[in-house]
């Protein structure tokens, strides 16, 4: 299957810092990918919506000056959690799927971040 | 909106037997539906998926059946070995898009030996 490949895999930062995680897909190019949140023993929250060359869509309730989207690349979109708080400590996951008609999506390995 | 139920509580069954996992979901009628499994601390991996007008769908020890009357998906794994343990979530496609899933809060199978 294709290869979604997230970046870094954890990171524990400071309140009042930010944070970028890197979401790439090595082996095929998306033009739209796709960033969840994942609360311990709850679902995948879907946040937002990432568009090659566009801005990105958020869902109702995510603040997008705080959760920045960006998809400068076919193969690359990156979610920088700015002025983190403890609240914001979650496991992030990206997803893509591999053209424009695929239904099947290609997860990362997920980014827990531990603000403290 | 829609809603997507799955058995919160951990399924324990003993290797060897048939794990049988329910989706449920109401205010929708989706074009497909599909089954994920997730390990601890890692992503989602694609399983099966199922379109609406098909009633089964099989992948090696995978079954997956879907009752759009019902509204409801089983998800099957029989002669079910320890390395299956994880938890597993079905997903829907979204109402404002098809590649859009919305999940449910998946399910735990553990499977002993």
């Known amino acids: 299957g294709a290869v979604v490949s997230q970046h870094p895999s954890r990171v524990i930062c400071k309140s009042g810092t930010s944070v970028k995680i890197e979401c790439r897909s090595l082996d095929f190019q998306a033009t739209t990918m796709f960033w969840y949140r994942q609360f311990p023993k709850k679902s995948l929250m879907l946040m937002a919506t990432s568009n090659e060359g566009s801005k990105a869509t958020y869902e109702q309730g995510v603040e997008k000056d705080k959760f920045l989207i960006n998809h400068a690349s076919l193969t690359l979109s990156t979610l920088t959690v700015t002025s983190a708080h403890p609240e914001d400590s979650s496991f992030y996951i990206c997803?893509?799927?591999?053209?424009?008609?695929?239904?099947?999506?290609?997860f990362g390995q997920g980014t827990r971040l531990t603000v403290v | 909106s829609q809603k997507i139920e799955q058995n919160s509580e951990a399924l324990n069954i003993q290797e060897g037997k048939t794990a049988t996992l329910t989706c449920n979901y109401t205010?929708?009628?989706?074009?497909?539906l599909q089954w994920y499994r997730q390990d601890p601390g890692r992503g989602p991996v694609f399983l099966l998926l199922i379109r609406e007008n098909e009633k089964e769908k099989r992948k090696e020890r995978l079954k997956v059946t879907f009752d759009t009357t019902l509204k409801q998906s089983l998800f099957h794994i029989t002669a079910s070995q320890p390395a299956d343990s994880a938890t597993y979530l079905c997903?829907?496609?979204?109402?404002?898009?098809?590649?859009?899933?919305?999940f449910g809060t998946g399910t735990r199978l553990l499977v002993s030996p």
């Open positions: 205010n929708y009628s989706p074009a497909y």
């Open positions: 997803s893509a799927m591999r053209g424009q008609t695929n239904t099947e999506a290609f």
């Open positions: 997903a829907l496609a979204g109402e404002t898009g098809f590649q859009k899933l919305v």
